[in-house]
């Protein structure tokens, strides 16, 4: 049975996917546990800085991979992931896995055994030596099956008429804008 969520709150700002994800992991704000956003400006330097990114670690299931240089370095403060490997003296298992690195990482913590997210270019997940020296077997032999390029072979189809979904704006409004040299309008994160 699905319970639609209604009169929520946000209390804190901005409201972008990083934040949230710090905020509900860790109990704190942007201004303590250092995620003000999916990325930044260092005030010092002028360099933007990714949520995630992390130079010192490289990526792990395609060694080009732009986005696998990632980690929870940024994140300056313990999750609640954290906090249950400590309690339990590391003996606990905690693994974040999502289509998106920070998803992933930011919810597991510093201490997690392992962080997987997808790499757009392969579709196959990846992680960092953050967490380990190579992907485990289980990974590879998920990522030789090609579920991903397999999913999207199928196309996208909602699990019930369309029709019936009525929790949520229609597709393609006004306020959605399209990406460079696109037609289709796209809901845009500012």
Same mark, same amino acid.
């Given at each position: 049975?699905?319970?639609?969520?209604?009169?929520?709150?946000?209390?804190?700002?901005?409201?972008?996917?990083?934040?949230?994800?710090?905020?509900?992991?860790?109990?704190?704000? =942007? $201004?303590?546990?250092?995620?003000?956003?999916?990325? /930044?400006?260092?005030?010092? !330097? #002028?360099?933007?800085?990714?949520? +995630?990114?992390?130079?010192?670690?490289?990526?792990?299931?395609?060694?080009?991979?732009?986005?696998?240089?990632?980690?929870?370095?940024?994140?300056?403060?313990?999750?609640?992931?954290?906090?249950?490997?400590?309690?339990?003296?590391?003996?606990?298992?905690?693994?974040?896995?999502?289509?998106?690195?920070?998803?992933?990482?930011? =919810? $597991?913590?510093?201490?997690?055994?392992?962080?997987? /997210?997808?790499?757009?270019? !392969? #579709?196959?997940?990846?992680?960092? +030596?953050?967490?380990?020296?190579?992907?485990?077997?289980?990974?590879?032999?998920?990522?030789?099956?090609?579920?991903?390029?397999?999913?999207?072979?199928?196309?996208?189809?909602?699990?019930?008429?369309?029709?019936?979904?009525?929790?949520?704006?229609?597709?393609?409004?006004?306020?959605?804008?399209?990406?460079?040299?696109?037609?289709?309008?796209?809901?845009?994160?500012?």
């Amino acid at each position: 049975m699905v319970f639609p969520v209604e009169n929520t709150m946000i209390n804190h700002l901005p409201s972008f996917t990083a934040v949230g994800h710090a905020t509900i992991y860790t109990g704190s704000v =942007p $201004a303590i546990d250092g995620i003000a956003g999916n990325d /930044w400006t260092e005030q010092l !330097t #002028g360099k933007v800085t990714y949520c +995630t990114s992390d130079s010192t670690v490289q990526p792990l299931g395609n060694p080009n991979a732009m986005d696998g240089h990632m980690s929870p370095r940024n994140l300056l403060v313990s999750t609640i992931t954290d906090e249950l490997r400590l309690a339990t003296n590391f003996q606990s298992k905690v693994v974040g896995v999502s289509l998106k690195d920070q998803a992933s990482i930011l =919810p $597991a913590g510093h201490t997690a055994n392992a962080a997987f /997210w997808l790499d757009d270019e !392969t #579709g196959h997940f990846i992680t960092s +030596t953050y967490y380990m020296k190579q992907l485990p077997d289980w990974v590879v032999k998920f990522n030789d099956k090609n579920r991903i390029a397999q999913l999207i072979e199928k196309g996208w189809n909602t699990l019930y008429p369309i029709d019936t979904y009525k929790e949520s704006d229609p597709d393609n409004v006004a306020y959605e804008g399209a990406y460079p040299g696109e037609k289709i309008l796209h809901f845009l994160m500012i």
